[in-house]
């Protein structure tokens, strides 16, 4: 559908990442009777972060309020799935998925496998911390779910794929989980929404180097950047890799930016132990280990619950910060 991933952009006014979940969801649901939205306070109140703000007096019975069961949301989706709808769940935060659990992964990522019926839903997470908002409504769960076969796990680090993954997402097939980062909402703009784009299982270089790679995703890619352009005032060209979606994972684009510079730190949000930066460290090591003339790195938030204090969760996460001070323990090495 997209086939060419327009630059990263960062105007001062034009469209959100927020408003660009809302007019992909807008353009679901004018283009394809069979979309719906189903969540948490999404109709008249909007959604708890305004993503579907205005669509339900646009499309009248076709976004819905759900109970406050994350168990009955997805429930109610697989079914309406096998029916031959393609519904779009919205959960309030990335954390209260888990009540769904058993429904995402023991029934709709093994639907297909099972009973040879496909399971189009897409469930959006919004996904990360912010300051101030703690334990239960900061977490990443994008390896949790990556981990079951049947799942496609997309991470969208701008506004362009926020816009273009989620049009797609609701494409599959297969059910789709969608990590919306909740810190890029307001914090990222774009002149325009995309025409086109990458499709899903491609990563993307965010930007160019030849000195060493940084792999990152969802909103640790701005992160990744602002370090690389930091440490380019010392003269070093530091890579960044956006990987885009985490389930698929472009090992290939991975492993050819480590055959450029020959040094690797994956950096996540998340909790490190199990993670996404875990896997990517691992396919490199056993896939272009003769490449590498640095042991690969890794950089996660602390293993420790979210803390709600703004100071705090500001060292807890990966920063540009964190980044650069790594990066320039690879660089020595």
């Known amino acids: 559908m997209f086939q060419n991933q327009p630059a990263i952009t960062r105007s001062t006014n034009a469209i959100t990442y927020l408003e660009a979940i809302r007019a992909a969801q807008r353009k679901l649901l004018s283009e394809d009777p069979r979309v719906f939205i189903y969540g948490q306070d999404i109709a008249d109140f909007g959604g708890a972060f305004k993503a579907t703000k205005g669509l339900a007096r646009e499309f009248p019975g076709r976004v819905l309020d759900s109970p406050i069961s ?130 899903t299982g491609k990563a993307r270089v965010a930007r160019p180097g030849r000195d060493a790679t940084i792999v990152a995703y969802s909103a640790m890619v701005h992160e990744a950047v602002a370090s690389a352009e930091e440490l380019a005032l010392d003269g070093w060209q530091i890579e960044v890799i956006d990987l885009r979606s985490v389930k698929p994972l472009d090992t290939d684009t991975v492993l050819g930016s480590v055959a450029r510079t020959g040094r690797l730190l994956a950096v996540g949000e998340a909790f490190p132990w199990g993670g996404v930066t875990a896997e990517v460290i691992a396919r490199v090591a056993t896939e272009g280990f003769g490449m590498l003339d640095a042991p690969p790195m890794r950089l996660n938030a602390k293993d420790t619950p979210v803390p709600y204090h703004p100071n705090l969760w500001g060292t807890h996460r990966p920063t540009a910060r964190a980044i650069t001070a790594s990066m320039r323990e690879l660089l020595r090495a």
């Open 70 to 199: 994350e168990d009955a949301q997805v429930g109610m989706a697989i079914g309406a799935a096998l029916e031959g709808m393609r519904p779009i769940i919205e959960m309030q935060f990335a954390d209260f998925s888990t009540c769904g659990y058993t429904q995402i992964v023991q029934h709709a990522a093994t639907m297909y496998w099972r009973t040879n019926a496909p399971c189009p839903i897409v469930i959006r997470l919004p996904s990360g911390g912010t300051a101030g908002a703690g334990p239960f409504h900061s977490q990443s769960l994008e390896a949790i779910y990556a981990h079951y076969p049947g799942l496609v796990v997309m991470t969208p680090a701008t506004v362009e794929d926020a816009y273009s993954m989620l049009i797609e997402a609701v494409a599959i097939d297969d059910p789709v989980i969608f990590c919306e980062h909740k810190y890029l909402y307001y914090h990222l703009k774009a002149d325009a929404l995309p025409t086109e784009a990458l499709p």
